[in-house]
C-alpha cells in the first residue's frame, strides 16, 4: 500500500454539481447499483483507528462523509488509500499522533463523524479535539448523550469555543450506561470507547440497526469482546489490544429504498442492485402495502409500479427494527400520487417535515400537525415540534423552483421534481451528493432528463 503524501487530501471526485434543471413526467427505469452503507462506512473507518495493524475496508461507497473522515484521519497520522473503482480503502493506523487544532478546525461543521474520534484517540494519544458538528438540520441534534458516556468512562470534556478538547488524566474504565433513547450515534461512542477500556461495559437500551451490528462485527475482527442480548443490552469486556480488519460494508438500504420511492413516484421500475431483503423487511411490507411490487434475487431488489392507483397507508417511524426514519422522507412524495388519506408519524426526529413545504408548493396536499397522530408513544407529543403528517391523494404535481433543505428531503424534492410535469430548477444539489453517490450518473441511467445548469 503507497499511502498518499503526508497532509494530501484524499482526492474523490464527486459530482460538483449546484443547480440543476429537471424535465419530469418520465417514469424511472432502468438499473442502478448501491454500494456500502453511508451510515456505516464511516463508523468502520474511524474503527480503524483503534487498530495497530492495517486495515480494508471494502464496498465503500464515493460519498463525502468518506472524504471527511479519511481527511481527519490523515490529520492523525492514519495513512488512507482510497480506490474508488473497486470501493476499497486501506488504513494503516500503526502511527496516531497529534493533530493540529487549526487543521482540525477546517473540518468543523462537514458532519457528524467526529465525536465517534473521541475514544479511539483517547486510547491512541490520550487527549483530542472535535470540531464542532455538522449534518442533515433535522432537529436540534444535540450530543450530550455522547457527552455523558465519554465522561462515565473517565474522560474530561472541556467545551470550547469551536469544539470539544477531551483527555483521560487517569485512562477509560468501563461503566454502566443506560441511554434515555436508543440512539445510534451514542451506542456507536459507547462500542469505540469501551472496546479498549479497562474492564466491562454494559450499555442498556441501545440500539441495534443493521449498521450497528456490522460495526460490532468489525470491532469483534479487530479482537473485541461483545455481546448483544434480546433485551437491547449491549455487554463489551475491555481488551488491551486491538489489530486490523478485512471487512465488506453491508449496503445502504437507505438509498435502496430512496430509489424504490423513486420508482413509485414516477410510475418507474427500477432494479437496485445490491440491495438485501434482510435489511429492508419493514420497507418491503410497505412498499406492497402502498401497491408496489417487488422481485428479489441474489444480486438485488427490482422495484416497479404495476400500474393503477397507489393506497394510502398510516407509517410510524422507530428504530430498528421499525419503519426507519431515513426512509419516511422520499416515500412520502410516492403518497402524493395515492388514493386517499396517509399518515405519517415521525418518532425519531422533531423536525423532519420541513421538506413538505415545497412539495405544497409543487401542488401537493400535505398538513403537518404537532399532535402524535399514532399509538406509538413519542418524546415530542404536547411540545412545538409538527412531527406528524397527513398527506391526501392523488395530487398532480407541477414543475417549480426548489432548494435542497437537507439529504434525505433533498432526494425527496428530486423524486417530486421527477415526477412532476414541467421543467424543475432544483439547488442545493450538492447536498445530495454527500450521501448518493453519482447520483448525477444514476438518473441519467433510468433515463431522468436532467442536466447541470
Ligand atoms: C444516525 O444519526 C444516522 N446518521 C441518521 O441518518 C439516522 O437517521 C439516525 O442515526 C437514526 O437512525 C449517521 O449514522 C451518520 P441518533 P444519529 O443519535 O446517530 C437524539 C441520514 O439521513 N439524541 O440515533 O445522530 C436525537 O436528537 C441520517 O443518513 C439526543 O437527544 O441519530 C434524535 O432525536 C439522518 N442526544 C434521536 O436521539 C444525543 O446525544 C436519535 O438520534 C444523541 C441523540
Given amino acids: 500500500m503507497t499511502p498518499p503524501a503526508q497532509g494530501e487530501r484524499l482526492t474523490i471526485e464527486v459530482d460538483m454539481v449546484d443547480l440543476m434543471r429537471v424535465r419530469g413526467g418520465n417514469p424511472l427505469r432502468g438499473e442502478i447499483t448501491v454500494r456500502g452503507a453511508k451510515n456505516f462506512v464511516a463508523k468502520a473507518m474511524v474503527a480503524a483507528l483503534l487498530g495497530e495493524t492495517p486495515s480494508v475496508l471494502r464496498n465503500v461507497p464515493l460519498i463525502r462523509d468518506v472524504d471527511v473522515v479519511a481527511g481527519l484521519l490523515r490529520l492523525h497520522g492514519v495513512a488512507v488509500d482510497y480506490d474508488d473503482a473497486g470501493g476499497v480503502l486501506q488504513f494503516d493506523s500503526s502511527n496516531v499522533e497529534i493533530a493540529h487544532v487549526r487543521d482540525i478546525d477546517a473540518h468543523a461543521g462537514s458532519s457528524r463523524i467526529p465525536i465517534l474520534f473521541c475514544g479511539p484517540l483517547l486510547h491512541r494519544l490520550g487527549e483530542a479535539f472535535i470540531p464542532d458538528l455538522g449534518g442533515c438540520h433535522i432537529g436540534d441534534r444535540p450530543i450530550d448523550y455522547h457527552l455523558r458516556i465519554l465522561r462515565d468512562f473517565g474522560a474530561v470534556v472541556d467545551k470550547q469555543e469551536r469544539g470539544i478538547h477531551i483527555t483521560a488524566p487517569r485512562g477509560l474504565t468501563g461503566t454502566k450506561i443506560e441511554l434515555p433513547y436508543p440512539s445510534v450515534g451514542a451506542t456507536e461512542q459507547t462500542l469505540l470507547t469501551a472496546v479498549r477500556a479497562a474492564g466491562k461495559t454494559q450499555l442498556k437500551n441501545a440500539a441495534i440497526e443493521p449498521e450497528i451490528m456490522d460495526l460490532i462485527a468489525v470491532l469483534q475482527k479487530m479482537g473485541a469482546v461483545i455481546s448483544v442480548d434480546t433485551d437491547r443490552v449491549i455487554r463489551i469486556e475491555g481488551v488491551d489490544r486491538l489489530t486490523g480488519y478485512v471487512h465488506t460494508s453491508l449496503p445502504d438500504r437507505i438509498e435502496a429504498a430512496s430509489w424504490a420511492s423513486a420508482a413509485l413516484a414516477t410510475s418507474g421500475d427500477i432494479y437496485v442492485r445490491g440491495a438485501q431483503q434482510p435489511d429492508m423487511m419493514t420497507y418491503l411490507n410497505t412498499f406492497r402495502k402502498v401497491g408496489g411490487v417487488f ?70 396536499q400535505i398538513q403537518v400537525y404537532r399532535e402524535c397522530l399514532g399509538q406509538l408513544e413519542c418524546r415530542f407529543g404536547q411540545r412545538n415540534f409538527y412531527h406528524s403528517a397527513a398527506i391526501s391523494g392523488p395530487t398532480k404535481l407541477t414543475a417549480a423552483e426548489i432548494v435542497v433543505p437537507d439529504l434525505r428531503g433533498g432526494f425527496s424534492h428530486l423524486i417530486a421534481a421527477l415526477a412532476a410535469e414541467g421543467t424543475s430548477l432544483v439547488r442545493g444539489i450538492e447536498q445530495i451528493n454527500r450521501g448518493y453517490e453519482h447520483f448525477m450518473r444514476k438518473l441519467a441511467a433510468l433515463g431522468a432528463d436532467v442536466e447541470m445548469v
Wanted: cysteine-free.
Fill in 295 to 364: 422481485e428479489i434475487d441474489d444480486e438485488g431488489i427490482r422495484f416497479l409500479h404495476p400500474g393503477g392507483e397507489l393506497n394510502s397507508i398510516v407509517i410510524e417511524t422507530d428504530v430498528h427494527p421499525g419503519f426507519m426514519t431515513d426512509w419516511q422522507q422520499p416515500l412520502v412524495v410516492a403518497l402524493t400520487q395515492a388514493r386517499g388519506l396517509s399518515i405519517v408519524h415521525e418518532t425519531v426526529y422533531e423536525n423532519r417535515f420541513g421538506f413538505t413545504e415545497a412539495l405544497n408548493g409543487m401542488g401537493a
